[in-house]
């Protein structure tokens, strides 16, 4: 997998719309999880590629001054001949001079190759190292993120919970509402109601079949009244 795959992999989740992805799910706690987890595989994977690249550089780092030096040593090295090739010339020895003017000749032939491999890799060097330094940033955003996703996921999670629980009182206290006429409490209230209604009206009729008892004796006394005045008057004539 290629460095950029895996950290445009990861740039994605970095982008989700999380409160989407929330709505979508069956289960918001276990999504948020997953996406946690996907997100730490996800930058542990691209740690890897930018770890590779990063070597790939210091590599090319490597060569290049290694380049730099042998372009340095193989200077020395044809100064060294040219100047014992002068002091065997100046010494009548023109055919050692020669040789070593051939040293001198391919120690500079090498330092110009040296010379030019370093250049080359120089500009190959300068784009890598922004783009490590692009890496590097962006690793460091994906990490903060997923500090902030793990934040994120705990509140929500504490909210969720926290809702839960609000709703197990608010169906308790529903559930025991003496105002609600459907709840037990109120079919108790009627029950009781009815029992003492029911007890009133007992308490009335009694009432009412004791004043008739009365009324029925006064009247037996009116009738033993009437009848006694009218026996005084017939034994009167």
Avoid: C
């Amino acid at each position: 997998m290629t460095k950029q795959t895996v950290l445009g992999r990861v740039t994605q989740l970095a982008r989700a719309n999380i409160n989407a992805l929330i709505d979508q799910a069956e289960d918001p706690q276990r999504m948020l999880d997953q996406l946690i987890r996907d997100y730490t595989n996800n930058i542990a994977e691209a740690e890897q590629a930018v770890a590779a690249t990063i070597g790939n550089l210091r590599l090319m780092e490597e060569d290049h001054r290694e380049d730099v030096e042998a372009a340095r040593e193989w200077g020395r090295k044809a100064l060294a001949a040219s100047r014992k090739a002068d002091e065997l010339r100046a010494a009548g020895s023109g055919v050692d001079a020669d040789t070593f003017d051939n040293l001198a000749k391919v120690a500079l032939g090498r330092q110009l190759r040296s010379e030019q491999e370093a250049k080359t890799a120089e500009p190959t060097i300068a784009s890598q190292t922004v783009v490590v330094d692009k890496l590097k940033s962006g690793l460091g955003t994906m990490k903060d993120k997923l500090t902030q996703l793990k934040s994120e996921r705990d509140e929500l999670v504490a909210r969720a919970a926290s809702a839960r629980a609000q709703n197990r009182m608010t169906d308790a206290v529903r559930s025991i509402d003496v105002m609600d006429p459907t709840s037990e409490l109120g079919r108790f209230e009627d029950k009781v109601r009815r029992e003492e209604a029911r007890a009133v009206g007992a308490q009335e009729l009694a009432a009412s079949s004791l004043d008739a008892q009365f009324e029925q004796l006064d009247s037996l006394g009116d009738s033993a009244e009437v009848e006694a005045r009218l026996a005084a008057l017939k034994s009167a004539s």
